[in-house]
């Protein structure tokens, strides 16, 4: 157990730097595209007067963060595991950041399921809890998108063919993985026929001890995770507000990149387009396989300033200035954040032990 403890938090250390290579990469690549920026004309490129908008875009970040600590308490609760506001953030943080520092994802559902658990939630609730969550979160996404091509078509349209082509396959794997989702919420004996089959095979090959106990034991967690099920999907009220606070978080998110424009002198026109577009982007970036779509993102939200705004507008002109800082503040930023709070938290659990 206690190499396998160790194990994997050295494959976090190692995520973390290859997140902390690929980012200056990108970040590297993105300023190659400008041979004039400098950090100078970063800072000059916001005004003043509108710096609020900033302290906005700032403050979103957290509350990005504590919607989807909400959801997953609001979740727990219903199944009768209620906790506190710091380990609502504590969950939410986890997942963001294990989320952005591994290949699509793959990370932050176990390690919001590790401080669950750590914290007395059995692991089938810890499971049902985040697995709706995950079917709130793509719903929400999918939503926000499908109102933003209903709205505000002749952005989507006005992007590079390639972009465009990013977008239509994330549209259409977020609504392939809500059907999954569902289909592994709803239909437990899936879930028993993978797990069955995985321990047969590990069995004959003679990579798994004792088959036959790990089976049962399968069996006893399927029929419990099969009874959690039932219990959250006549609790239609938590449901709802889970579905609501995740709208909000991504609502949230995306608006982000609006209040830095403001910040930098934007429209109010100019704050719906590009939180719209901002939106598109998630959509397009969500499914490739690079630790926080790293680059990817960031190359298509230039694209974007740059194609959907006439030349010599102000998102047009400062789309690098703005690709960055919107960037830097939506997700960086709230990277870093989320990595400082788990850290203080396993330390303070640490001295908790100790004492």
Not at 148 to 175: E, K, M, N
């Amino acid at each position: 157990m206690e190499n396998k403890i160790k194990k994997t938090k050295n494959n976090k250390i190692l995520w973390s730097i290859l997140f902390l290579i690929i980012a200056v990469m990108s970040v590297w690549a993105v300023i190659q595209q400008n041979e004039n920026f400098s950090v100078a004309t970063l800072i000059a490129s916001f005004k003043s007067d509108r710096i609020i908008w900033l302290i906005v875009a700032v403050v979103g970040i957290g509350v990005y963060v504590w919607l989807e600590g909400r959801a997953l308490l609001t979740l727990n609760k219903s199944l009768g595991y209620p906790g506190k506001f710091t380990d609502g953030l504590l969950y939410s943080a986890s997942d963001i950041y294990c989320s952005a520092i591994t290949p699509s994802a793959t990370g932050g559902q176990p390690a919001s399921a590790y401080f669950m658990v750590k914290r007395g939630v059995p692991g089938t609730v810890a499971t049902v809890s985040l697995l709706v969550n995950l079917i709130m979160y793509t719903l929400s996404i999918v939503v926000i998108g499908i109102l933003c091509l209903i709205f505000r078509p002749d952005i989507l349209i006005s992007l590079p063919w390639h972009t465009q082509s990013l977008i239509y396959i994330g549209i259409a794997v977020q609504i392939g993985l809500v059907l999954i989702f569902l289909l592994l919420l709803w239909k437990s004996n899936v879930l028993w026929a993978i797990g069955d089959g995985g321990i047969k095979i590990l069995g004959k090959l003679r990579l798994l001890r004792k088959p036959g106990h790990k089976r049962v034991k399968l069996r006893h967690a399927i029929d419990s995770y099969r009874d959690r099920v039932h219990q959250v999907s006549g609790q239609r009220k938590a449901l709802i507000k889970s579905f609501i606070y995740n709208l909000l978080q991504r609502a949230v998110l995306t608006s982000i990149s609006g209040f830095v424009c403001l910040a930098m002198g934007g429209s109010f026109s100019d704050f719906i387009s590009v939180s719209i577009l901002q939106a598109f982007v998630i959509l397009g970036a969500s499914w490739i396989p690079i630790p926080g779509a790293m680059g990817v993102t960031d190359l298509m939200l230039i694209e974007g300033f740059e194609s959907c705004w006439p030349n010599g507008s102000l998102v047009h002109s400062s789309a690098l200035n703005l690709e960055l800082c919107s960037r830097g503040v939506s997700f960086y930023a709230c990277v870093l954040l989320c990595g400082g709070f788990v850290l203080f938290m396993m330390l303070k659990d640490k001295m908790r032990r100790v004492q």
